[in-house]
Nanobody
């Protein structure tokens, strides 16, 4: 497992942008698929985006395609989520996740999770 710490959340107006970052500990970061999930008040946690261990494969929820972009830097043990054209419905706590298996990661049963960072989009 890896330890994950998210940062970059905050309050932004609709149409604005935020960049979330997730810092991971451990020397095996490059072996993990990484992803972002979010949970809005009263709703279940949902998949947002994921990236393969070497960055070759990326996945996005339909609701964020064309607006969000995921990237990783294995030399720095970080994965970022650039969020553009934010909408009020993007308001949620965003969680970073890691797992050796992409399928397990995308299913929401990843081995490692961060504590989350709040993103609030005002209308």
């Amino acid at each position: 497992q890896v330890q994950l710490v998210e940062s970059g959340g905050g309050l932004v107006q609709a149409g604005g942008s935020l960049r979330l970052s997730c810092a991971a500990s451990g020397r095996t970061f490059g072996r993990y698929a990484m992803g972002w999930f979010r949970q809005a008040p009263g709703k279940e946690r949902e998949f947002v985006s994921a990236i393969g261990w070497n960055g070759d494969y990326t996945y996005y929820a339909d609701s964020v395609k064309g607006r969000f972009s995921i990237s990783r830097n294995n030399a720095k043990n970080t994965v970022d989520l650039q969020m553009n054209s934010l909408k009020p419905e993007d308001t949620a706590v965003y969680y970073c996740a890691a797992d050796a298996a992409m399928q397990r990661l995308r299913s929401g049963t990843a081995a490692s999770w961060g504590q989350g960072t709040q993103v609030t989009v005002s209308s």
